[in-house]
């Protein structure tokens, strides 16, 4: 009996058993900067402000606490007085190659409301001092990927990784 309660376990999908989904935006793009630099830029909150939100946009208060519940949080500011707090967590870190944050819930694992996405970062040295970036924004349902996606994520991720690149040489 345990032999067919172990089959039937292995052949369940938990994604499809829980009605998990893939609703993912994903940015890839190679870097000239190593891993310990992409890091540094992201993990540091003056540098982060440099180049986190395509410009004419900008951040201020940037609060990065890279563990895992801890604090990454900003906020954003348009060329029009548009203000827009963002904070989350960390979900997983692991320094110099992946992290994953969320704003489904703030420090102290407190459910933050309306939860938008969950994003993911993973860095994969390449030769030269270059590296793969890979950026993955997954929401938890398709009109939220398509809400993000209508609001620029290609062209905004992808101007905010161009933005990245230019200050790597200097790190």
């Not at 009996?1 to 994604?15: K, N, R, V």
């Not at 060329?79 to 870190?93: I, Q, R, S, Y």
């Not at 309306?114 to 924004?137: D, Q, S």
Request: hydrophobic share 45%; net charge negative.
């Amino acid at each position: 009996m345990a032999h067919a309660t172990e089959t039937a376990a292995q052949e369940i999908d938990p994604c499809v058993a829980t009605g998990a989904h893939n609703h993912a935006l994903v940015l890839e793009r190679v870097l000239n900067g190593t891993p310990e630099k992409i890091w540094k830029a992201w993990m540091t909150p003056e540098i982060l402000a440099q180049w986190f939100c395509p410009k004419p946009w900008s951040i201020s208060a940037p609060v990065i606490e890279p563990e895992v519940g801890g604090r990454f949080a900003f906020t954003m500011h348009g060329p029009d007085g548009e203000v827009m707090p963002n904070d989350g967590v960390f979900l997983l870190v692991e320094p110099n190659r992946r992290w994953i944050t969320t704003d489904a819930f703030v420090k102290g694992w407190l459910p933050a409301g309306m939860p938008f996405m969950v994003a993911e970062i993973v860095l994969t040295p390449l030769e030269g001092g270059k590296t793969r970036y890979v950026a993955t924004a997954r929401h938890w349902s398709e009109e939220a990927m398509k809400q993000h996606e209508a609001m620029g994520f290609h062209e905004g991720w992808g101007t905010v990784a161009d933005q990245l690149n230019a200050i790597l040489p200097s790190l």
